[in-house]
């Protein structure tokens, strides 16, 4: 039994589903008190384990149902009869045929028919996983699409070698078990194809949506970032001035009241030593509220950069509300333009972004580039007490969204927060990978006008 289940635990972390050794230990405890013969007590106690989280549930099921009954390993062991038999002489005459193959791939494949599914979970992973290299040149998201196709390849070169073994002048086994071995060998072929073209969809049932916002200014706040003028731009500009201001002495107020707060014990009773042990003087916990730090990514790439400008402007307008506030820009390349904030006015450094920040302004947009470049050099500006605010329309023209990444981040930080300038019904059309984005993220929202990007602010700051 224990053997057994390490197994699974093996198939598990392959699968990229972690499992740490303390819960591996808790579960050979648990089952040695409940019946592990008794399937739903058994499943209970791995998946209580095993699936720390919604978004680990639907995971953890696809595997148990692999292992324990598409594998066929189970607890009381499999009835020997002559199709098992005749299944386990095909596989052992492929496996000496392939012995001298040294193909790691093919041989994987083999594995996942014989009923041992590690290697080849371990394979797909690495390919779910894979990252586009980057290029100056001209770009494509081919590099991960031609490794499922070398795969789907060696699937069909083996049912191929199935069916000659099974069939003609190559027959190892009986006519009257020919049927019933083809039949399992091709479940668990097509089984190994569904698990390489069918991407596991994150649960994501904390997601936080927001569809409607107050109507805080009745003309201005409706019209979109990307249609102002040159005077509602200036208009949008005295509205936010007046909300920072407001915003900052809420701020103040909050930290004053917080300085009011419960009595410090030990600090009270040391004073009091100055008055014969009598607490005269009531010493209070001085303890200053909690600032997060924000990280932005912005788009700077068409409408979107019109969103992004305003919601600069009042992060950096707000920098006594927060510890820090760290933002880089994309559009295909990745930079920091944190420096720009500190050495000039806001506004005066938003202009000198779009001048002398080092990006290419007119490249396609390609979101899962720019995600794998910033979790290459900036994943130490994540922390749990960082909110990772993306500001983007998630429309990367066609290229590999490489969510995985997203998902990487979104364990390092404590949430991540998305703005779409785009409203929601626009978010299935075209090249848009918003819902594939929004699986990873803690709330996303619609965010293409000002009454959107007051809401949001109020929210964040109060």
Known sequence: MVNLTLRFVNC????????????????????????????????????????????????????????????????????????????????ARLAEEMEADGDAMRQAILDFM???????????????????QASTGLKSNMTQLSSRLEVMLKINQMKEKVLQFLGGNHAVVDDSVRASIEEEFTRRLESAYDILTKEPKTKNSGLKTVAHNEEHYDEIG???????????????????????????????????VAKKGEIDVKKTLRRAGKYLGIPIEIIRKDKPLRKGKIVVLCDVSGSVWSTARFMLNILYALQECFSKVKSFIFVSELAEVTDHFIEKEVN??????????????????????????????????????????????????????????????????????????????????????????????????????????VDFIQELVL
């Open 12 to 91: 598990c972390r392959a699968a990229d589903l972690r499992v740490s050794t303390a819960e591996v230990l808790d579960v050979v405890r648990q089952l040695a008190i409940v019946d592990p013969f008794d399937e739903f007590q058994f499943y209970t106690v791995l998946r209580t384990n095993f699936a720390k989280s919604h978004r680990d549930q639907d995971r953890f099921d696809r595997l148990y149902n692999l292992f324990f009954h598409e594998m066929q390993n189970d607890l009381t062991g499999a009835e020997v009869t002559p199709e098992s038999q005749g299944f386990d002489e095909v596989v």
């Open 114 to 132: 014989a009923g041992k599914p590690l290697d080849y979970l371990d394979l797909i992973n690495k390919l779910h996983t894979q990252e586009e």
């Open 222 to 256: 409706q019209v979109p970032f990307s249609s102002l003028s040159d005077d509602e731009i200036e208009e949008v500009r005295d509205v936010i001035r007046q909300l920072v201001k407001k915003l900052e002495e809420i701020a103040t107020l909050r930290y004053s």
């Open 348 to 453: 005066d450094a938003i202009e000198a972004i779009m001048k002398d920040a080092p990006i290419n302004y007119y490249a396609q947009t390609d979101y899962g580039m720019a995600f794998q470049t910033f979790k290459n050099d900036h994943l130490q500006d994540l922390d749990k007490k960082t909110t990772l605010i993306i500001i983007g329309d998630a429309r990367s023209n066609y290229q590999n969204p490489q969510d995985h990444i997203l998902r990487q981040l979104r364990d390092k930080c404590r949430r991540i927060i998305w703005l779409n300038p785009e409203q929601e019904k626009q978010w299935t059309e075209g090249d848009s990978e918003m819902y594939t984005y929004k699986a990873h993220c803690h709330e996303v929202r619609a965010c293409g006008n000002l009454n959107q990007l």
